[in-house]
Structure formats: C-alpha cells, structure tokens
C-alpha cells in the first residue's frame, strides 16, 4: 500500500490539517465515492504503520465543491475539543472567492436568517423569527476586482450550511461555477470558485494557537478565466 497524494498543512499526534481539493468529500456520503477522510486514513495507516482501523474525526465540514484548509482530529479527545471550539465560534475561518459582481462596499458586516432544506439540499434566505431559520454572519472585504468580477475574504462568524454560497449569492454576487446559487457556469462543474484559506485555531492538547493556510488552486486561472496576476 502507497502513500496518498496528500497535500498535508500541519500534523502531530492529535491533529492532521490537510487541503481537501474541491471535488472530493470531506466524509461519505450515500453516493459511496472516495472521501478525504478516507485519503487520510490510509496515510497516516501506511505512514506510521497502523495495524487495524485508523481513527479520524471530522470537526467540521466543507461543501463538495469548496477546496481548501481542513481540519481532522486524530484522537476522540481532541475531536471533542475541536469540535468544541468550531460549535463555539471561537475558530476564526478565512474564506476566499470569486463572485460575479462588485459590492458597493470595499468591507462590510452582513447578517442573515438562513433556512435549509433537507431534501432538496439547499439554502435560502429568510426573514427572522421564520421556523427552524438560525442566524447567519459574515464579514466580507474586497481583495481585488477585474471587470465584473471580485475576489472577496470572507470572514464567517458563524458555520452555517451553505452560508457563504447563499449571504453573497441573495445580494446580487453569487460565486463562480455555483449553479446552485445563480453563479455563471464554468468549465469545470464540479468545483466552485470558494475555498478555505486558513483556520486559526487552539491547539486541543497544548492550548496554543495554530494557523494553517491553503494558497488559492493554481487551476482557478483557467478553470474560471482570471488575469495570470490574480491571487
């Protein structure tokens, strides 16, 4: 058995933080196709020679299409302090993306009411005091446009599903290649033009704070038809 081609941003003996290309699953799901999780199992399996089943935990979650910083836990206690601390809002998560559109605002602060449904697996936004909505908050500020298009940092203050996708997309900047949310299609349908930058969070163990960061995949440049100079 061979070492997976896996593109590994920090690892010690309680946390593995690896980049998850868009395309792939963190986790599986009911289409049975190979995860990330798996990918890293048989890593750390051949890698330091596990016998049996290697244990995981996944403490939070990136859409299919999203690429970018993940985070796995390689103890069932320090998945339980990690998860703690993504549920408490206390791991600060950097996003980049492109969206078609240029907001009025270099930087602003936005707050929605996000409602999912289950079984069409998607997200709208709706207005407060709605049944089973929750609160949904985000920090953008502008990096860089070209025409029509910008690239924005986002910064989530909350880890709701789809919620970047869906807070740009209902004010008029929805996210290359995501045709879910009204983005313009692109030649690659199976990635979107979002992606996790970093995560700042405290060690599980130590108490310290580890930030990892994820550059941009080179790909966007033509999957998405940006300038050659773009981050």
Known sequence: M???DLNVLYEDNHCL?????GRLLIAGDKTGDETLLDLAKQYIKVKYDKPGDVFLGTVHRLDRPVSG?????????AAARLSEQFRNGTVEKLYH????GVPSHSQQTITDWLLKNSTQ???QVVPSGTPGARDAKLTYRILEVQGKRSLLEVQLHTGR???????LSSRGWPILGD???????????????LHSRS??????TKKEPVFVDAAIPDCWKDVFHLSRDSH
């Open 121 to 123: 697996n998607t997200v």
């Open 69 to 77: 910083v993940a985070l796995l836990a390689r103890t069932s206690k």
């Open 17 to 21: 933080a690896v980049v998850k290309p």
């Open 179 to 193: 045709l879910k949310y009204g983005g313009p299609r692109c030649e690659d349908r199976t990635i979107i033009a």
């Open 199 to 204: 995560l700042l969070f405290q060690h599980p």
């Open 2 to 4: 061979t070492v997976p």
């Open 161 to 167: 599903s789809h919620q970047i996708r869906v807070q």
């Open 97 to 100: 993306c492109w969206v078609n």
